[in-house]
């Protein structure tokens, strides 16, 4: 254990080093893990569309065509008001219905259900529109299915690639944390060796050691025990001024609140006092009306 005042400051001072460097690799270890890389998610898996699904885009998507070859033979008539017409409304529907494919609405949902209605046929004529319609969109169904199964390969591909660059990239940045971890430890062991049983265990951090070297290099301590219940008073003092600031940092807003409370109650006298005023000026005035 040290004894002389020179053993100890030698002592603080090759553990306030040690600490120091500790300190430094923990803020270097916290400033490399901000480089560290989030993963991108990936997108789920897009399998065949079923049986069901195809038959229902088949139908919603035959119901706009079948709409759209009926108001062209409209069209080609000589019924033009009446072409563009309905060449509007099935555009529309069309366009709201794909701008909406990866986002169900009830919106959605009724044009779905009024295209539907459109497959029914209203005479003999429009069922050869009709067929044609629904064979047609149902080889576009297919195509379709097939290419947003593409797309999602392609891009969960593509996914897969980059979380394994970021993967090797993030393992390369924990290696470095690592090590600079295993400095700090060695450090931390370095400054406990030197500290031995002399030096109280639960006071190695920057603070105690600092106010330590002041204690003993200005005289105010002789010893450990001393240096010790030194720093625990000013500990205790500090809590107490931060307490009593709190407590004042309360008193001057209840000051502040109250204060303001009071102008307003002033102003609030003003104003019924600048009424009451008002008030007697026109009884004042009705009086003097009275006499005439």
Known sequence: MAQTRE?????LNGIKKEVEAVNRLQKKAYETGKLRKAYQPSLPPNPEYSTSQQLYFTGVLGGILSQILAVIILFIMGETGAGIVFL???GVITLI????RNKPSKLRRVLEILVLLGL???????VPFTLAALCISFFLIKIMAKKSKERTLRLN???AQRNEEIRKYNDGIDSQIYEIQV??????AQ???????WFPKDYYYMDAVSFFISAIGNLRADNVKEMVNLYEDKKHKDRMEDKLKRINGIAEQNAREQEILSWQMAFSNIIQ???LWTMNDIGKKLDNNSYY
């Not at 053993?7 to 002592?11: D, Q």
């Not at 219905?97 to 909406?100: R, T």
């Not at 029914?120 to 429009?126: D, E, G, L, M, Y």
């Open 120 to 126: 029914i046929p209203t005479n003999i004529k429009s």
């Open 157 to 159: 591909a593509e996914t």
């Open 183 to 188: 400095q700090a430890q060695q450090h931390a």
């Open 88 to 90: 509007l409304y099935a």
């Open 7 to 11: 053993e100890l400051l030698r002592g």
């Open 273 to 275: 006092l600048g009424q």
């Open 97 to 100: 219905i794909y701008k909406k």
């Open 191 to 197: 400054a406990k060796n030197i500290g031995g049983t």
